[in-house]
Nanobody, 119 residues
Framework: QVQLVESGGGLVQAGGSLRLSCAASGSIRSINIMGWYRQAPGKQRELVASITGGGSTNYANSVKGRFTISRDNAKRTVYLQMNSLKPEDTAVYYC?????????????WGQGTQVTVSS
């Protein structure tokens, strides 16, 4: 069984920083794209950033220059360094991974971690 476990959320003042982590575990043969999404109250879930196995990254325009996504393939972990946080970054952040198990290629989600930025 595959699990994605997130950590690192919390409450921070505007202008502050947080680092999110997401570790994948279970019977995994390989991991393709990993990413972070977020969902604010009353809004749709949106892509924040993604990273391929080779390290190519993609960011939402709203976080470019402030957030950095990275991954450690040996640890099966993806990170999101969030700097210069704004109140509008407040949301539940979800980790996402497209990965291959013994029998299937599937996209998995973490349980979500709350990020709250106070003004």
């Amino acid at each position: 069984q595959v699990q994605l476990v997130e950590s690192g959320g919390g409450l921070v003042q505007a202008g502050g920083s947080l680092r999110l982590s997401c570790a994948a575990s279970g019977s995994i043969r390989s991991i393709n794209i990993m990413g972070w999404y977020r969902q604010a109250p009353g809004k749709q879930r949106e892509l924040v950033a993604s990273i391929t196995g080779g390290g190519s990254t993609n960011y939402a325009n709203s976080v470019k220059g402030r957030f950095t996504i990275s991954r450690d393939n040996a640890k099966r972990t993806v990170y999101l360094q969030m700097n210069s946080l704004k109140p509008e970054d407040t949301a539940v952040y979800y980790c996402n991974a497209n990965l291959l198990t013994a029998t299937v290629l599937h996209t998995y989600w973490g349980q979500g971690t709350q990020v709250t930025v106070s003004s």
